[in-house]
């Protein structure tokens, strides 16, 4: 822009130039600058008198021969452009007519091809084109997906690598020492007693290598040697550190499991184990210091492996049912035969029927378990074990524990240790209704058979739960008073106080952990 004196005025404080507001001249698109005198702004619109660049920078000049439009120009720049474009071969495919479409669609086909392209008109080999250091996209059948299930290869129950490490750490349990090294300064392992041990995923740590991952054979090998040579030996004591290394290298079994997604027989026989032998923990260490057993660590892990149990049942179940529906379509098998649920198919697994009683009875009350165990075949439904556990969860839905305790008189060792958590609640209840039923000042109860009532072996037991509810006990009597009932006892009542050790079943723990009680 051409400035002349008038615009260039001096400031009367300091002498400067005194340039004009940048606010004078504004205009609805921009800035429009004071118009020049003469005959230099006669016909130019007014558009073109503004200035794109601001106040005070000069204009860039353009070379000889550039044609194209003002940058503020904006009618004159459509204009070129539509010009230029009309022009100009259509050598973008983007731009192509609509009846070149089919064409524009493979125009890397077409490249492709002109690449590939002989003299004589034939294409040439792949591995010559790949020389020239022609480059592809590797095609969908050539890329090699990695296995999405890995399989394991260590054929020992602990990997090589781990046992060198942990020798080398001094990591040993006392259970995997070599005999005769347990008090050396590094003891050495033995190979036939090292079990691999139960580690957390880390970042940056592969835990799917083959080398380290054990087959369900192996999986259920190991399982069997925790239980026959750990769990059930007599000299391993005390059993609370038993039980500890046990449930650590059972929790490493699953994480191999998971993680190569085994299923089939060889799961779920490791899976009823692991039930088995959580459910018998859970009666045999009740009352154990927090330290050495923690009953909520232990309850988390054996539901989540019971509910993988009963998964695996019910895939299992699926399966037949529809087997049984191609069996029927391509038979053409009468209407009126039985369907599947109603006493035709048998499970693949004979313990099934045992460990939906114990899911019954280890989550007593729960409605979610007592509507998959009426949604089961009939033939599950029906066998004596899943008929007494539902009259067992009827009882405790009635509020009915005397009809309860006597009935829990008929379950087996391994569906008592079931139960047995329940037991303190139900004798409470009991206490708590006759309390209510029988309050009165000359009313006496005889404490030998309410005893019997609550299914406890000794008086000596009763007499400490009654006082303990504030229920009063005079030599063989007990008074009930209502208003003297405690919901909360005064003293804490541990379960393990009600039930005697079971020190007969305690000899046989590797026949009731592999289900031959």
Not at 306 to 319: A, D, F, I, M, V
Not at 326 to 338: C, E, F, I, L
Request: with cysteine; charged share 25%; proline share 7%.
């Amino acid at each position: 822009m051409v400035m002349n004196r008038e615009h260039l005025s001096l400031s009367p404080m300091n002498g400067r130039p005194n340039h004009p507001r940048r606010g004078r001249g504004r205009t609805q698109h921009g800035w429009r600058p004071q118009q020049e005198e003469g005959e230099a702004r006669a016909g130019r619109s007014e558009l073109a008198c503004q200035e794109p660049q601001g106040w005070g920078h000069p204009q860039k000049r353009r070379p000889q021969g550039d044609d194209r439009p003002e940058p503020w120009d904006r009618p004159q720049q459509e204009h070129w452009r539509a010009q230029k474009d009309k022009n100009r071969p259509h050598q973008n495919w983007r731009q192509r007519p609509e009846q070149d479409g089919q064409q524009s669609q493979n125009w890397r086909h077409r490249s492709d091809q002109e690449d590939r392209a002989q003299p004589d008109g034939t294409l040439k080999p792949k591995q010559d084109r790949q020389n020239q250091g022609w480059t592809q996209q590797p095609e969908q059948e050539e890329v090699q997906r990695p296995d999405a299930n890995p399989r394991g290869t260590c054929m020992a129950m602990c990997p090589r690598r781990e046992l060198q490490d942990r020798e080398a750490q001094c990591r040993l349990h006392r259970f995997e020492m070599l005999a005769g090294t347990e008090k050396d300064r590094r003891p050495k392992a033995d190979p036939a007693r090292m079990v691999k041990e139960y580690s957390r995923p880390a970042a940056g740590k592969d835990a799917t290598q083959p080398s380290d991952l054990r087959p369900p054979a192996v999986l259920l090998k190991t399982v069997c040697y925790l239980v026959d040579e750990i769990a059930a030996s007599p000299t391993l004591q005390p059993w609370t550190e038993v039980y500890s290394f046990v449930f650590d290298r059972l929790r490493s079994v699953r994480q191999d499991l998971i993680i190569q997604r085994a299923s089939g027989a060889e799961c779920v026989a490791i899976l009823e184990r692991t039930v088995r032998l959580l459910i018998y923990a859970s009666q045999r260490l009740c009352g154990e210091p927090l330290q050495l057993y923690d009953p909520k660590i232990n309850d988390t892990h054996l539901q989540e492996s019971l509910s993988w149990l009963l998964e695996s049942y019910g895939q299992q179940e699926n399966t037949h049912t529809v087997d049984d529906e191609h069996a029927v379509r391509d038979s053409q098998v009468p209407k009126g035969t039985p369907k599947q649920g109603e006493g035709t198919h048998q499970s693949q697994y004979k313990n099934q029927e045992e460990f939906e009683a114990l899911n019954l009875l280890y989550n007593l009350g729960c409605a979610r378990v007592m509507q998959h165990v009426l949604e089961l075949p009939a033939c599950v439904r029906s066998s004596p074990a899943v008929c007494l556990a539902l009259a067992v969860s009827r009882a405790f839905c009635e509020r009915n524990p005397v009809r309860l305790l006597r009935l829990a008189g008929r379950l087996d060792f391994l569906q008592g240790c079931a139960l047995h958590r329940h037991l303190l609640a139900i004798r409470r209840q009991l206490l708590q209704l006759y309390s209510h039923g029988h309050s009165s000042r000359n009313c006496r109860y005889p404490l030998g058979h309410l005893a019997s009532l609550l299914a406890l072996t000794e008086p000596q037991k009763a007499e400490r739960l009654c006082l303990a509810h504030g229920v009063a006990v005079s030599g063989e009597w007990v008074g009930f008073n209502k208003a003297d009932f405690l919901e909360t006892p005064k003293e804490e009542v541990r379960c393990a106080s009600t039930h005697e050790r079971e020190l007969a079943m305690e000899k046989k723990v590797a026949h009731i952990i592999h289900g031959h009680v």
